[in-house]
């Protein structure tokens, strides 16, 4: 599986930006997905979670509320939805997936990552 993540960039406190995670490979619709973050000088934290069938989401603390993760299949894609962002929310962020079909929390392949700035 390989895995593409874009739709970072630059973005005002209290802006919105849609990330979007594309997945190559014929096991998508039976791969939980999840995206990931990295800021500057500190470890990478996870931030939302999907199951294959989409019917189970989860998500941070720190994210809840404002932070919506979907995916459709037929497409091969995961999003990540942000609203209310902070200048917290600054980081790298990746997408993952599992290398075994219909598990979650192991996290095996990761896409690049695509930087999402916040200004105060």
């Known amino acids: 599986v390989q895995l593409q993540a874009f739709g970072g960039g630059l973005v005002q406190a209290g802006g919105s930006l849609r990330l979007s995670c594309a997945a190559s490979?014929?096991?998508?619709?039976?791969?939980?997905m999840a995206w990931f973050r990295q800021a500057p000088g500190k470890e990478r934290e996870f931030v939302a979670g999907?199951?294959?069938?989409?019917?189970?989401?989860f998500y941070a603390d720190s994210v809840k509320g404002r932070f919506t993760i979907s995916r459709v299949n037929a497409q091969n894609t995961v999003y990540l939805r942000m609203n209310g962002l902070k200048p917290e929310d600054t980081a790298v962020y990746y997408c993952a997936t599992p290398r075994t079909t219909s598990t979650y929390g192991q996290w095996d392949y990761w896409g690049q990552g695509t930087l999402v700035t916040v200004s105060s």
């Open positions: 999907i199951m294959w069938s989409g019917s189970s989401t």
């Open positions: 490979g014929r096991s998508f619709s039976r791969l939980a």
